[in-house]
């Protein structure tokens, strides 16, 4: 499988080189040059192990791997999970399930992607022989995550930036508390959109990529992408021959990853009659599919932080398909972008996504409401793929964050305190985080300073 970008720039490349390089050298992002179809039966089965299904999908995209050390590499990266389902779906209703996606070890959804993303950052560095600097920017799960499938491995320092008082408590606790000394959480003044501003700029420039030898974790990175597919398989598989019709996918969202990637799953073949965008107060993409204005405005911070994001990076790629993968419109279309910082789209067709959008005032509601109905306790994030449900067809809620990470509004919300052991021992652990100007000399001087 090649990987071109969605700007056009560049030769096509295969997965390793679409994997190291994060963004492609036109300042694009990385896109399968064509999409497979799933294999035939395969979605008339059972649920298989979440393993046996990764190998199955990401062997159409990874040529680069010969199949027995990629399902070696798929076993190290989600025989860690704490469900022998990895991604177990409980049924709360007829038609109502949830996808829980929060049974990795930093408990989100992110460790999909970077459970198998720090394995193959591992695996780069024995191949190449080159040390690796990581840098990313989190709104509170991926900067864990990344940390996690990375501390303590040699050859690779890991740069997180983070919204200072922009994430939870036990959040930045899981970032800060590694004791590991190639972990770097670096807080910013400013908001996240900040954060992966700095990162995509000192991504996009070619001279300190190459010196300081930069690696991606954001979901700019399509490994990200192709590794979140996998679960809207798995969980297609596990529903009753009975909901297999006209199935809709309810999912949190924040930087538009992990919907574009059951919408790519979808393109290949995955039945879905619907997606439903489910957005904060931060509604930027709840605005884009009900007028076609995509028009960022100032972050307003929610009890949902980890989607309290304006800029929303993934929609590039959904704008090269939506432009039957015409890469100069695209191109056209992201430097108006920069230019004037929003974009119409007088005709646009959302294709089969809706969205919808909470305020705080409804996360807390709908904890509740969810909570007295089910008997069922959803984080802030997965809350809001609750609200305004009409369950007459089949849903799907993702469930992309344990509960326990956000104690002080499930506790606002009902009452309860939610607690889970991991957490719970970081309390007792010291932090180490660094303060660094947010901005991109700021930025490149610190990892000058600390690089691998």
Same mark, same amino acid.
């Given at each position: 499988?090649?990987?071109?970008? /969605?700007?056009?720039?560049?030769?096509?490349?295969? &997965?390793?080189?679409?994997?190291?390089?994060?963004?492609?050298?036109?300042?694009?992002?990385?896109?399968?040059?064509?999409?497979?179809?799933?294999?035939?039966?395969?979605?008339?089965?059972?649920?298989?192990?979440?393993?046996?299904?990764?190998?199955?999908?990401?062997?159409?995209?990874?040529?680069?791997?010969?199949?027995?050390?990629?399902?070696?590499?798929?076993?190290?990266?989600?025989?860690?999970?704490?469900?022998?389902?990895?991604?177990?779906?409980?049924?709360?209703?007829?038609?109502?399930?949830?996808?829980?996606?929060?049974?990795?070890?930093?408990?989100?959804?992110?460790?999909?992607?970077?459970?198998?993303?720090?394995?193959?950052? =591992?695996?780069?560095? #024995?191949?190449?022989?080159?040390?690796?600097?990581?840098?990313?920017?989190?709104?509170?799960?991926?900067?864990?995550?990344?940390?996690?499938?990375?501390?303590?491995?040699?050859?690779?320092?890991?740069?997180?930036?983070?919204?200072?008082?922009?994430?939870? *408590?036990?959040?930045?606790?899981?970032?800060?508390?590694?004791?590991?000394?190639?972990?770097?959480?670096?807080?910013?003044?400013?908001? &996240?959109?900040?954060?992966?501003?700095?990162?995509?700029?000192?991504?996009?420039?070619?001279?300190? *990529?190459?010196?300081?030898?930069?690696?991606?974790?954001?979901?700019?990175?399509?490994?990200?992408?192709?590794?979140?597919?996998?679960?809207?398989?798995?969980?297609?598989?596990?529903?009753?021959?009975?909901?297999?019709?006209?199935?809709?996918?309810?999912?949190?969202?924040?930087?538009?990853?992990?919907?574009?990637?059951?919408?790519?799953?979808?393109?290949?073949?995955?039945?879905?009659?619907?997606?439903?965008?489910?957005?904060?107060?931060?509604?930027?993409?709840?605005?884009?599919? #009900?007028?076609?204005?995509?028009?960022?405005?100032?972050?307003?911070?929610?009890?949902?932080?980890?989607?309290?994001?304006?800029?929303?990076?993934?929609?590039?790629?959904?704008?090269?398909?939506?432009?039957?993968?015409?890469?100069?419109?695209?191109?056209?279309?992201?430097? #108006?972008?920069?230019? *004037?910082?929003?974009?119409?789209?007088?005709?646009?067709?959302?294709?089969?996504?809706?969205?919808?959008?909470?305020?705080?005032?409804?996360?807390?509601?709908?904890?509740?409401?969810?909570?007295?109905?089910?008997?069922?306790?959803?984080?802030?994030?997965?809350?809001?793929?609750?609200?305004?449900?009409?369950?007459?067809?089949?849903?799907?809620?993702?469930?992309?964050?344990?509960?326990?990470?956000?104690?002080?509004?499930?506790? *606002?919300?009902?009452?309860? /305190?939610?607690? #889970?052991?991991?957490? =719970?021992?970081?309390?007792?652990?010291?932090?180490?985080?660094?303060?660094?100007?947010?901005?991109?000399?700021?930025?490149?001087? &610190?990892?000058?300073?600390?690089?691998?």
């Amino acid at each position: 499988m090649e990987f071109v970008s /969605t700007r056009g720039g560049g030769d096509p490349v295969g &997965f390793y080189d679409a994997f190291a390089n994060g963004l492609a050298p036109d300042g694009g992002l990385y896109v399968p040059r064509h999409l497979p179809m799933l294999p035939s039966g395969l979605l008339i089965d059972d649920a298989m192990p979440y393993p046996a299904l990764a190998w199955d999908i990401l062997g159409m995209f990874d040529s680069d791997h010969d199949p027995d050390h990629l399902i070696d590499l798929i076993d190290r990266s989600y025989g860690n999970f704490s469900d022998t389902m990895s991604a177990p779906l409980q049924q709360l209703s007829d038609n109502l399930f949830v996808l829980e996606l929060f049974h990795g070890p930093t408990l989100s959804f992110k460790d999909f992607g970077l459970q198998l993303i720090g394995n193959l950052f =591992e695996e780069q560095i #024995e191949r190449t022989g080159e040390a690796i600097n990581v840098l990313g920017a989190t709104s509170g799960d991926t900067g864990s995550a990344a940390i996690h499938g990375l501390a303590g491995k040699k050859d690779v320092n890991v740069f997180i930036l983070y919204p200072k008082g922009g994430i939870s *408590k036990l959040q930045e606790r899981q970032m800060t508390c590694t004791g590991e000394k190639n972990i770097f959480p670096i807080e910013i003044e400013g908001t &996240f959109d900040d954060a992966q501003a700095i990162v995509k700029e000192l991504m996009g420039d070619a001279k300190v *990529k190459k010196n300081l030898n930069l690696s991606a974790i954001n979901s700019i990175n399509i490994a990200r992408i192709l590794a979140q597919a996998v679960y809207y398989v798995h969980a297609y598989m596990q529903l009753p021959p009975d909901n297999r019709d006209d199935v809709r996918f309810v999912v949190p969202t924040g930087n538009f990853g992990n919907v574009f990637a059951g919408w790519m799953v979808n393109q290949m073949g995955l039945p879905v009659d619907q997606f439903v965008v489910a957005t904060n107060q931060n509604d930027i993409l709840f605005r884009l599919f #009900e007028s076609g204005n995509y028009e960022p405005e100032a972050v307003k911070p929610s009890y949902a932080p980890s989607m309290d994001i304006q800029v929303v990076s993934n929609f590039e790629r959904f704008l090269y398909y939506h432009n039957d993968k015409d890469a100069k419109s695209t191109a056209k279309l992201m430097a #108006e972008l920069k230019e *004037k910082g929003s974009l119409q789209f007088p005709n646009f067709d959302p294709s089969n996504f809706t969205a919808s959008r909470s305020t705080n005032e409804d996360i807390l509601e709908t904890i509740k409401e969810v909570y007295d109905k089910y008997n069922y306790i959803a984080d802030p994030h997965t809350a809001c793929a609750f609200q305004d449900l009409d369950v007459g067809n089949t849903h799907i809620v993702l469930a992309t964050a344990h509960p326990a990470k956000f104690p002080d509004v499930i506790n *606002k919300a009902i009452g309860e /305190t939610p607690t #889970e052991e991991s957490l =719970e021992a970081l309390k007792k652990m010291q932090q180490v985080n660094y303060s660094v100007e947010a901005t991109p000399e700021a930025v490149k001087k &610190f990892l000058e300073d600390n690089a691998a």
